[in-house]
């Protein structure tokens, strides 16, 4: 299970096992919220790589995972919008983007947490069993118990049971993610 006082006190020392976690839990996110950002993968891990250089070579102290989450996504958030300057596309792309949702910076953090708290959630579905990972699913697509029983032709109980089992799992897998998955994603669902 992740530790996260004992990661921040380690990532504020620059102990390498630290920073190798912060790239495991961190990069894959940040590269999927720049290309977001950027509607496209071109450059995507370079931006990433440079925020986390910039931060090995800083002298920035976090309190918690919060904190250094949200220092990482607005880094990412300015650099990706220096690069999009940078090759004099800002104005289509961001009046294009800002046309249709107005896009500020606390905005911006909440998303790539989703978008954190999704790629975990993906990783961990994977590890459900087959019947776990069919019920999880159709659960996530909106479905209710007696729909998903009818589909995967089992018991409402089993469908229930299986539900709960894989809360149980992912609650584990992820967790002090898992509040901010609940409260900010899928409040619907669980």
Not at 3 to 26: C, G, H, M, P, Q
Request: aromatic share 12%; hydrophobic share 45%; glycine share 4%.
């Amino acid at each position: 299970m992740f530790d996260s006082e004992r990661f921040i006190v380690e990532l504020n020392r620059k102990k390498d096992t630290a920073w190798l976690r912060l790239y495991e839990e961190f990069y894959p996110a940040l590269c999927a919220y720049a290309a977001r950002l950027l509607h496209e993968n071109a450059g995507v891990e370079d931006i990433v790589q440079e925020c986390m250089i910039g931060l090995w070579h800083s002298s920035l102290h976090f309190n918690n995972v919060r904190a250094l989450a949200g220092w990482l996504y607005k880094a990412v958030y300015s650099r990706a919008l220096n690069l999009l300057r940078d090759r004099n596309n800002a104005r289509r792309l961001l009046g294009n983007y800002t046309s249709e949702f107005i896009y500020s910076e606390e905005m911006a953090i909440e998303l790539a947490i989703e978008e954190s708290v999704i790629a975990k959630l993906r990783l961990v579905l994977a590890e459900l069993s087959g019947q776990q990972r069919n019920v999880m699913n159709l659960s996530l697509e909106g479905y209710k118990v007696r729909e998903i029983a009818s589909i995967l032709g089992i018991s409402e109980n089993t469908v229930k049971m299986q539900k709960k089992r894989a809360y149980a799992m992912i609650r584990e897998r992820m967790g002090m993610v898992w509040g901010v998955l609940l409260a900010t994603i899928f409040s619907d669902f669980f």
